[in-house]
C-alpha cells in the first residue's frame, strides 16, 4: 500500500544497499526481500507454515542453524496468499518484473486454490511441521479471515477481471462495519485496491469511501474544543 500511495518518490539508491543500482527503486527491492520469504514459506500445496523460528544473525544468510517451522494452517495460507496477490499486482503495475509478478500471482492462486477444495478452517495437513510440541500452530496473526479473503479477491479482481473475485469483495464488504480512526488497518490494502480497480461496483465503492471519510470525521471531533489535548 505504501509504494502505490508513494512509489513515485522512490529512487534506486535511496538506501544505498547490496541491491541500489539495479534499477529498481530500493523500496521495492526491499518489499521484494520479504515476499521471497514468504513464497518459501509455504509447502508444495500451497499450504503456509504459521511461522519460521532461527537464531538470528547479520546478515540473514550468515544464519546457517535449521529453521524451525510451526505447521500449517488455513489462516496462515489466506495471510499468504492476500499478501503475495498484492505482490503480484504491485509488481506488475510497476513493469519492472513481469517474470516476478507471475510467480507471486501463481504462488496465491496455488493457496487461493488449495481452501477453495480444503476450506477453513484447519491445522495442519500440509509438510510435517520441524518443530514438535504444543504451540507448533499458532497463525501468523490473529487477522480476519474473512477479511484476508476480501483483500485477495480485490487483487484477483484486478490482475483477472473475473466477475466471481467481485462477488467475493461485495459479499464480504456487507459484513464491515465502521472502524475508528488507526484501526481496521487489515482492510486498509483490500479497501484501496478494490476502490481503483476498473470494473468495481459502485455501490461498494461508496462503502468504502464512507468508512475512510467517518473515520477521518471522528478524527476532527476528537481535535479543538472537544479534546484540549
Known amino acids: 500500500l505504501a509504494w502505490q ?28 526481500y520479504g515476499t521471497e520469504f514468504l513464497i518459501r514459506m509455504a509447502d508444495k500445496d500451497g499450504a503456509a507454515f504459521g511461522k519460521a523460528h532461527e537464531l538470528g544473525t547479520s546478515p540473514p544468510e550468515a544464519d546457517k542453524t535449521p529453521v524451525q517451522l ?16 498484492y505482490a503480484a499486482l504491485v509488481w506488475k503495475e510497476s513493469h519492472l518484473d513481469d517474470a516476478f509478478a507471475k510467480t507471486c500471482q501463481d504462488e496465491a492462486l496455488k493457496a487461493w486454490k488449495l481452501l ?18 504444543k504451540n507448533t500452530f499458532r497463525d501468523w496473526f490473529h487477522v480476519d479471515y474473512g477479511q484476508m479473503r476480501a483483500t485477495a479477491a ?5 490482475l483477472t477481471g473475473s466477475a ?18 488507526g484501526e481496521g488497518h487489515e482492510l486498509y490494502p483490500g479497501m484501496w485496491v ?17 468508512f475512510f471519510t467517518g473515520a477521518a470525521d471522528t478524527v476532527v471531533q ?6 484540549g489535548y
Open 164 to 181: 466471481d473475485y467481485d462477488k467475493i469483495v461485495k459479499d464480504e464488504a456487507a459484513k464491515w462495519k465502521q472502524f475508528p480512526p
Open 154 to 158: 480485490a487483487c484477483f479482481f484486478v
Open 116 to 133: 477453495e477444495t480444503k476450506p477453513h478452517p484447519w491445522n495442519g495437513g500440509g509438510e510435517e511441521p520441524k518443530m514438535k510440541g
Open 222 to 227: 476528537w481535535s479543538g474544543t472537544n479534546r
Open 70 to 85: 510451526t505447521q500449517t494452517s488455513s489462516a496462515s495460507t489466506m495471510t499468504r496468499c492476500a499478501a503475495l496477490a
Open 5 to 32: 500511495l508513494f512509489g513515485d518518490a522512490a529512487k534506486d539508491g535511496d538506501l544505498i544497499f547490496p541491491e541500489s543500482g539495479n534499477k529498481v527503486p530500493d523500496f521495492l527491492d526491499e518489499i521484494r
Open 194 to 210: 478494490y476502490a481503483r480497480a476498473k470494473g468495481a461496483d459502485a455501490a461498494t465503492v461508496e462503502t468504502i469511501r464512507k
